[in-house]
């Protein structure tokens, strides 16, 4: 039972700049919910129990937004406002056990990882990352931890995208074992469209083994001079351990970025019962 997840929130978010400059990217809201409550709430109907947040300077407020506010509290059941009182008490109460370790470096999503072994321990884990947020029937990250346990091996998520659009991912090469399920024979980062292995590319979604780590450590840094995920990854299949790939069934958007982010937006607004009209006139009458 994969009980634990990392989640990597110690970037810098240069892709959103100026609006990240004094405010994490995860705590942009989509509506009326920052980003990072989409994936812990994910992570949360998935079955983790235990969050273990990456964070660096400045990431404060990402964990004070899962943490109890007395005073806001107070304040609402003084003002009489149960039902935003309730979905306050609702987003303190979403984890069960919350810790975070500090990456003092930016150094890449491996050395990420890699910092947050002492709380994982010895057991499978799942990794999420902040940008992508993915709508589907079942969550997304339930879908890999499915098929972990299935294979008693790692499953990364992955996305079938435009081949124009793969040279800003890490891409697999990978042997169809049935619909959606691949074994991974190689994996490669940030390739031309021309030279990429296929159109499979891996989003933020992982469930990995403790062995990963023992491949974080010994692997030296890569591009950027940061340990890379994906030669950690490499180096395994090398080895001949078994890594296997899910297409993921649902819709992401990846939040990170601009474009992304008002899709995201829109797509969420359009699906709120109370906004969705609004919105869908708005957006006639302004088209």
Do not use: W
């Amino acid at each position: 039972m994969i009980r634990k997840a990392v989640l990597p929130v110690a970037g810098l978010g240069t892709r959103m700049l100026p609006a990240t400059k004094a405010v994490p990217k995860e705590m942009l809201c989509l509506i009326n919910k920052p980003v990072i409550q989409y994936i812990v709430e994910e992570a949360v109907a998935s079955g983790i129990r235990d969050l273990i947040f990456v964070v660096s300077r400045g990431k404060e407020a990402i964990l004070d937004h899962f943490d109890f506010s007395p005073e806001l509290e107070a304040e609402l059941e003084e003002r009489g406002k149960k039902a935003l009182l309730d979905e306050v008490r609702r987003v303190s109460g979403l984890v069960e056990n919350l810790s975070a370790v500090r990456q003092k470096k930016a150094l890449g999503l491996g050395h990420a990882i890699l910092v947050a072994a002492p709380l994982v321990g010895d057991e499978p884990f799942a990794v999420l990352l902040g940008d992508d947020i993915v709508e589907a029937e079942e969550p997304c990250l339930r879908q890999l931890i499915r098929a972990a346990e299935e294979l008693r091996a790692p499953v990364i998520g992955v996305e079938r995208l435009p081949r124009e659009e793969v040279h800003r991912y890490g891409v697999i090469d990978g042997e169809p074992l049935r619909e959606g399920l691949y074994r991974i024979n190689d994996v490669v980062e940030k390739p031309r469209p021309e030279e990429a292995p296929s159109e499979l590319a891996i989003i933020g979604r992982y469930v990995f083994f403790p062995e990963i780590f023992t491949y974080l450590e010994k692997i030296p840094p890569g591009a950027g001079g940061e340990i890379q995920l994906t030669d950690a990854l490499a180096a395994m299949i090398r080895d001949g351990k078994e890594v296997y790939a899910l297409e993921l069934k649902g819709v992401r958007y990846d939040t990170g970025n601009p474009e992304g982010f008002v899709k995201a937006t829109v797509a969420l607004a359009l699906k709120d019962p109370e906004l969705g009209p609004k919105i869908r006139k708005f957006l006639s009458d302004l088209l």
